[in-house]
């Protein structure tokens, strides 16, 4: 799995990056949604939906446009 990354100290990143981040996020998501979590373990199968939430929730986060899902999820 990539891992994912936060620019050092805060910083912008340049448009292209946060596109290939944003990739990279929906491409692990997209696998966690392929996972056949019937054959899992009860353990592994948690593993699987807490980073499914974890990864959507970042996804909302970090969604261009005017931050209205950002700012509904935040007052949920």
């Known amino acids: 799995m ?3 990354s936060a620019p050092a100290s805060g910083e912008a990143l340049p448009m292209e990056q946060e596109f290939k981040q944003g990739y990279r996020m929906h491409r692990v998501l997209s696998n966690l949604n392929r996972l056949d979590v019937d054959r899992l ?3 592994d199968r948690e593993r699987v939906e807490t980073a499914r939430d974890l990864l959507e929730e970042v996804s909302l986060l970090t969604r261009p446009g005017d931050g209205a899902g950002a700012d509904a999820h ?3």
Do not use: F, I, M, Q
């Open 74 to 76: 935040a007052n949920s």
């Open 2 to 4: 990539v891992g994912l």
């Open 41 to 43: 373990d009860d353990a």
